[in-house]
DNA sequence: TACCTTTGCTTAACGGTGTTAAATACTTTA
DNA sequence: TAAAGTATTTAACACCGTTAAGCAAAGGTA
């Protein structure tokens, strides 16, 4: 009988389909107003059947998280191939790791719990970037007293501040990395960047 | 009449409780519990008063924010009067900035929009740290190839790791940033990090 | 063909969310 | 005391994720 096939054929149909639907929804409206009854009206369907095929939102972007994986592994292996020399390997796949994050954004934000919605983040009040002055303050201070003195105080700042927010932001949401190795990398990185500014 | 100052004594009173009565949640579990009628609960209202001192939910958030950056911006002072010395100072900040970052993680989280429980991050599946594997991959033929082939490849990797994803966390969080600073940025850091380890 | 079972799907419901409008209770003022 | 104003609650709306019950069509079996 090969109408068990067709059947399971469908049901896969449909899966993809519950998939796809999501996808679109959150591409127009982002990952908070993704909704069960939202990809259900989507696919001509009520919002139960989909507990047929993922056991409940939470499987949903797991699947979703995977599938960002994937697509970024494809990205770094491809931008690693275009090169022979492992230097500019790495180059070109840190590249492609910065291009994933903002041509496929919603994955990115999806995998490393980057919230976008948290308060209309951009800088609601002038108190918000009160860490940005106080440290250029010191910044600028520091280069006046360099040997490089038309260094560029925000280049530095933000350098510092990546790093840091970066580090910080990997330990709060992937939980359980080495201390030691935190204040490694953390003592590290300031003293490289004031170096690059002292000269 | 005095009452009238009593009568503002209380209102901000209640806005007082209701403040603290939200951090409270918070701390006990989390920004994602929080909800107007818990907080009414706690102070023994019900929810629509809330809305005679906070326009609304984000309107609340939006206070926490605030209070979180003043907070940071205390610690930083804190930190920078304890030397005298720009580089010290800016070294004694930055560790003051990670300190915070943890010390009140309820606030960073909110400031930077830090989410933690969109997946139960903690690598779900082997999968999850392909970028991991594949880069340290190319580190390691790096490493092989310089001058200190007993370099710590996760070390390398995660300095790699943490300042890229924060410069794009920072980009998707508050946009509108320089491009050319970010490519410069980047750049530098990438170029920076590889002469590390090719010595 | 008639019956029974299985399957696919929908409806209804539960408990939760933010938010608003109407109703009630209380206090102040005239 | 009556009227006006304010504080607070109740009820409701429109959502949310999720589950259980009901229904209708299809499949197998006698």
Redesign the interface.
């Known amino acids: 009988m090969g109408s068990k096939e067709r059947i399971i054929r469908q049901k896969e149909d449909v899966k993809c389909k519950i998939l796809t639907a999501a996808w679109q929804i959150v591409k127009n409206e982002g990952w908070q107003s993704l909704s069960m009854r939202k990809i259900a009206d989507a696919i001509e369907y009520t919002a139960p059947i989909i507990y047929g095929y993922f056991e409940n939102k939470?499987a949903l972007?797991?699947e979703f998280?995977?599938k960002g994986?994937?697509n970024?592994?494809c990205h770094?292996?491809a931008a690693?191939a275009k090169h022979r020399l492992?230097?500019k390997?790495?180059?070109a796949?840190?590249?492609a790791?910065?291009n994933f994050?903002?041509e496929e954004?919603e994955y990115?934000?999806?995998?490393?719990?980057?919230?976008?919605n948290?308060?209309?983040?951009?800088?609601?009040?002038p108190?918000?970037d009160?860490?940005g002055t106080?440290?250029s303050e010191?910044?600028q201070?520091?280069i006046d007293?360099s040997n490089n003195p038309k260094t560029d105080v925000?280049?530095k700042y933000?350098?510092?501040?990546?790093?840091?927010?970066?580090?910080?932001?990997?330990?709060?949401?992937?939980?359980?990395?080495s201390d030691e190795?935190n204040q490694?990398?953390?003592k590290?990185?300031?003293?490289?960047i004031?170096r690059?500014i002292?000269g």
């Not at 990115?108 to 976008?116: A, K, P, S, T």
């Not at 948290?118 to 009040?125: A, I, K, L, R, V």
Request: hydrophobic share 50%; aromatic share 14%; charged share 15%.
């Open positions: 939470e972007l797991v998280t995977g994986f994937q970024l592994a770094l292996r690693k492992p230097a390997q790495l180059e796949m840190w590249f790791y910065w994050a903002f954004q990115y934000q999806l995998m490393f719990g980057v919230e976008v948290c308060c209309e983040m951009g800088m609601n009040y108190e918000d009160l860490p106080i440290f010191v910044i201070q520091l007293s925000c280049k933000y350098t510092f501040w990546s790093v840091i927010h970066g580090l910080i932001c990997i330990n709060i949401v992937r939980k359980g990395q190795l490694e990398i953390l590290d990185a300031i003293t490289g004031i690059t002292t």
